[in-house]
């Protein structure tokens, strides 16, 4: 292999495929890059077996080849060249990559490529265009609620399904359910339904661009995986299997009360809530104050014996009954930092019944959470 | 004392203690009884863990009117005729004693209807004395009451356990059988409620989801195994489900529940590098050998077994698991994963290394080489606080690395964590607790015994912040955890309280309260190659620093080591060593 690509484009392509690496595996290839030419391209590709990355750069090639480095080293290597152009050279008796740019020159020792798993491949027909104004944004209002324990994989899932022309991401961990929905530019030709790591999505969500984005996801039938292609990058990821709770029943019809504030003033007082709430089970209590004559108000408490005890005011817009209902300050302020309208409404009926949370004025995303309970 | 020819009274009570040891044992025999006879169902009442009574009704051919003073008779089976029959036998019971032995050391009622008569026969016995036999009408079957067991034999009756000890035992034994036996109807009732059913469908896979669950059965692996004349089927759980004690693994041979701790090695082996420390698999296997390779007249209550050929058994036994492991191993889960595990996961597959266990073992070396040192193994500070310690990381993802005025700690996450959950949710116990209700309550079941002891345990499972309740039988629906806690699974909390209780624990109330938060707080805590945040590791670090006793988990390991200023320089050798 004889390559040369520019130390810019090498260096990002390295820090967006360097996630998938897992330098602690008993595989030591899975702590390797694998760098290959590729149709007129440079391939750069990496996999913990559960998910992988893969994402293609310009490069002038002189010769074909293929060889997998140590990702660390590589990087950390290339991080530290000049923006000049780096030239890839391999000696495949050796497997050692030889590494020239302006006046550095660095042999790697690698290990052959033929050793490293091969990445699942899309067939070409299986994938159906997702054409989200959003995608990015969607990962990042679902993928937070899902849960972070191994005892419950699903649950570390986030359920995608797409039928027609719309796509929803829903994701839980028992205590709060997080759906988005977004409409498709182009109807499907075949419904989608898959569990997918939500570690995974974030992931994509980290390497996709902001705004609109051309993105082909693939299921392929039998596999147990999903692959999602963008023009210079794909991610594959198992998925999860089992099945996923029915959060439609969960989802409440109707609320008694409607408390809409404004956004950043409610992150700001559970922010402030969060400093004293933290060590004493993350507890706050919102006392919502419909106003008779003045505007109403949320009063937002947190109490901790070793602490101390906080108290903010939030001015509200309160349609229907009062009500004490206790939140985790943490589930609140997670939520809350996702929406991105300037008012937020929360619905309630009772102490000890879900809270939802929704952006003012946008049908497409809810937020459940259970309250919390004062014995 | 001269030496005297026993009464016949004592003689038999001597021959019943061999037989009948406790109230599960009467119901082994009757229950084996009944499978011999071709029961089809199968139903056990017991009152008060068996002390009062225990009785076994089945539907089988029942004994014919002319035979019933015989069953009682010690040494009459209709089961053997010669002595070379002792070594094909193909039924549960082969001695002709069990039912002589119950008689000698309780009130029993037998009544049964042969098929064939019209009318059914009766006899009481008590302490070995037939009272009646009269005829009587019956349901084609056999009814065995025993009433007020040992009521004669004062001393047995005070080596019997609790209550629920008594009561743990007969629920092992029938839920075993009720395994073993698919295609027959259990039912068992205690105090009048029915606490174990089995529709009696054949399908084993069934059987195992109305005892242990929908989720244990439906994760369940099915193997067999055939070598010539025998033959290995049965269940082995995958290597994600285990269970902190060797108890759940269970031997079936030609029908016979048998324990023998060979059997369990070769299942281990075949378990052998795939399974943590300390953790052990859930199986049920059935081995079938032609009657004359097994000797089951070794043990009196046929507990034992003789192999006669044991190499191939066992030999046998380990590959059908392994095979089974292996076969369903395919497609790499996505939770337990070796690649990226733990310390203690990847220390099972020695040959390639990983880099974070090179750590743990770099430190382990450490350790090791400065153990001749008194300090390090055995922390000379006083047991009290820990001084404010500044973090410097985590290592292999399992110790957190912190300095302090005297030097260098090491700190076990999971240990600490358990320590610092524990004194929390104990102090909280005593006030409020907050708790944090679950979107959707979760429904769980669990084994009889485990069931009854979850009860028992409810009242404070409710101080601690957890809303569980009863849900059907050996049901139990959880709506709420403690606030602490819901970083866990919910249903494993609520496990951890009945998974590994000892038989017989009986602590005082305080310690057993103690003992159960630290249970939970075992399962909850974060695990050793868990990643955690730096904001994560301060937290600890912090919350661990405000430990009334900060220094050990809950369970008496050490959750710190401290590496002194001293020892560190006289292990550097700035210092002489004096
Ligand atoms: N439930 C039953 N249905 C039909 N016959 C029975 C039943 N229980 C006992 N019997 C008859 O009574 C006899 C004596 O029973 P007992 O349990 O004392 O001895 P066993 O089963 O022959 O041998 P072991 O002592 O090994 O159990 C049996 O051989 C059988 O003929
Ligand atoms: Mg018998």
């Known amino acids: 292999m004889k390559v040369s690509v520019s130390q810019q484009q090498l260096a990002h392509g390295l820090s967006m495929v360097s996630r998938a690496v897992s330098p602690r595996s008993t595989l030591p290839v899975l702590a390797n890059v694998l760098v290959a030419t590729d149709d007129g391209r440079l ?96 990962i990042q209002q679902v993928a937070f609620a899902a849960s972070t324990d191994e005892a419950r994989p699903i649950l570390q899932g986030v359920l995608m399904t797409a039928a027609d022309s719309e796509v929803t991401l829903a994701a839980t961990d028992g205590f709060r359910i997080s759906v988005r929905k977004a409409a498709l530019s182009e109807p499907l030709p075949v419904p989608i339904q898959a569990v997918i790591p939500a570690r995974a999505l974030q992931e994509l969500a980290r390497i996709a661009a902001d705004g609109e984005q051309v993105m082909t996801m693939s299921v392929p039938s039998g596999r147990g995986q999903v692959i999602f292609h963008m023009k210079d990058a794909e991610l594959s990821s198992l998925l999860i299997e089992g099945n996923f709770p029915d959060y439609k029943a969960i989802i409440p019809r109707s609320f008694k009360t409607s408390t809409t504030m404004t956004t950043a003033a409610f992150l700001k007082a559970c922010r402030q809530a969060e400093i004293i709430a933290r060590d004493g089970n993350y507890v706050v209590r919102l006392n919502i104050l419909p106003g008779e004559t003045e505007p109403g108000k949320v009063e937002i408490t947190a109490q901790s014996e070793e602490t101390g005890f906080s108290e903010n005011s939030v001015e509200a817009a309160i349609d229907g009954p009062g009500l004490v209902i206790a939140f985790n300050v943490r589930f609140l302020r997670e939520v809350l930092e996702v929406i991105k309208t300037p008012s937020v409404v929360l619905q309630t009926n009772a102490n000890n019944t879900p809270g939802m949370i929704k952006p003012a004025g946008d049908e497409n995303y809810i937020h459940l959470i259970m309250p919390m309970h004062l014995g | 004392m001269p030496i005297r020819i026993l009464s016949e009274e004592v003689a038999s009570q001597i021959a019943a203690g061999e037989v009948v040891e406790r109230p599960a044992s ?238 369990s090695s070769s299942v281990l082996q075949g378990y052998h590098t795939l399974l943590m420390v300390g953790r052990y698999p859930f199986t049920v296997l059935f081995i079938s050998l032609p009657p004359e390779e097994v000797d089951v007249n070794v043990h009196p209550a046929k507990a034992e077994v003789r192999f006669r050929q044991p190499d191939r058994v066992f030999g046998a036994v380990q590959r059908a698991v392994r095979r089974g492991l292996l076969a369903y191993s395919a497609p790499p889960p996505i939770t337990t994963t070796v690649w990226r595990g733990s310390p203690r996961q990847s220390a099972a597959v020695p040959p390639m290394i990983d880099p974070a266990w090179e750590m743990a073992a770099e430190t382990k070396t450490a350790q090791r080489e400065v153990s001749t040192v008194p300090s390090v193994t055995q922390p000379n500070l006083p047991s009290g606080q820990v001084p404010l310690l500044r973090l410097l990381g985590q290592i292999g993802a399992t110790y957190l690395v912190a300095e302090g005025p005297d030097g260098l700690y090491l700190i076990d996450q999971h240990a600490a964590h358990e320590r610092v959950l524990f004194e929390k949710l104990l102090s909280q116990s005593r006030g409020d607790v907050p708790t944090q209700i679950l979107l959707e309550p979760v429904v769980f079941q669990l084994p009889p015994h485990g069931a009854q002891l979850l009860t028992e345990q409810l009242p404070l499972l409710t101080r601690l912040g957890f809303d569980v309740e009863p849900f059907g039988m050996n049901t139990f629906r959880v709506r709420a955890l403690p606030a602490l806690l819901t970083k866990s699974d919910p249903v494993a909390a609520v496990r951890a309280v009945v998974e590994d209780f000892e038989e017989d624990e009986t602590p005082l109330q305080a310690e057993q309260e ?65």
Request: aromatic share 4%; charged share 25%; net charge neutral.
């Open chain 1, 43 to 138: 391939r750069l590709s990496a996999t913990n077996l559960e998910m992988g990355i893969t994402c293609w750069i310009g490069a002038q090639i002189t010769e074909q080849g293929a060889i997998t480095v140590p990702a660390r080293t590589f990087s950390d290597l290339v991080n530290q060249l000049p923006n000049e152009l780096v030239h890839l050279d391999l000696n495949a008796s050796t497997h050692t990559l030889n590494v020239r740019c302006g006046m550095s020159n660095t042999d790697i020792k690698g290990i052959d490529a033929q050793e490293f798993p091969p990445m699942p491949v899309a067939a070409p027909q299986e994938g159906v265009p997702l054409n989200v104004a959003n995608f990015k944004e969607m």
């Open chain 2, 26 to 263: 009467v119901v082994k025999e009757l229950m084996e009884n009944a499978l011999d006879a071709g029961a089809s169902q199968v139903v056990i009442r017991i009152e008060k863990a068996g002390r009062r009574l225990v009785e076994v009704a089945d539907d089988g051919v029942g004994i014919p009117r002319e035979e019933i003073r015989l069953a009682v008779q010690r040494h009459a089976t209709s089961k053997l005729e010669t002595a070379d029959d002792l070594f094909h036998i193909r039924t549960l019971g082969f001695r002709g004693e069990a039912l002589a032995s119950i008689g000698s050391v309780s009130r029993l009622t037998l009544t049964s209807r042969s098929a064939k008569d019209k009318s059914g026969m009766r006899l009481i016995m008590e302490g070995g004395q037939i009272k009646t036999v009269e005829e009587t009408g019956a349901p084609a079957g056999t009814v065995v009451r025993v009433e007020d067991l040992f009521y004669n034999v004062p001393a047995r009756l005070k080596f019997l356990k609790r209550d629920l000890t008594e009561r743990q035992q007969i629920d092992a034994l029938v839920t075993r059988y009720a395994v073993a036996y698919p295609e027959r109807r259990f039912q068992l009732y205690h105090d009048g409620q029915v606490t174990l059913q089995t529709a009696g469908s054949g399908d084993r896979r069934e059987v195992l989801a109305t005892l242990y669950g929908i989720e244990l059965a439906r994760q369940m692996l099915e193997i067999t195994l055939e070598d010539g004349d025998m033959r290995i089927n049965g269940f082995i759980s995958p290597v994600s489900l285990t269970r902190s004690n060797r108890r759940e693994m269970t031997f079936f041979i030609n029908g016979r529940w048998v324990q023998d701790v060979m059997l």
């Open chain 2, 514 to 578: 103690a003992r159960l938060i630290a249970r939970v707080c075992k399962r909850a805590a974060v695990k050793a190659g868990q990643a955690l945040t730096p904001e994560e590791q301060s937290a600890l670090l912090r919350d661990l620093e405000a430990c009334q006793s900060p220094r050990t988990c809950p369970h008496g390991r050490p959750t710190m080591i401290h590496l002194s200023v001293d020892l560190l320089e006289r292990q550097f050798g700035r210092r002489g060593s004096r």
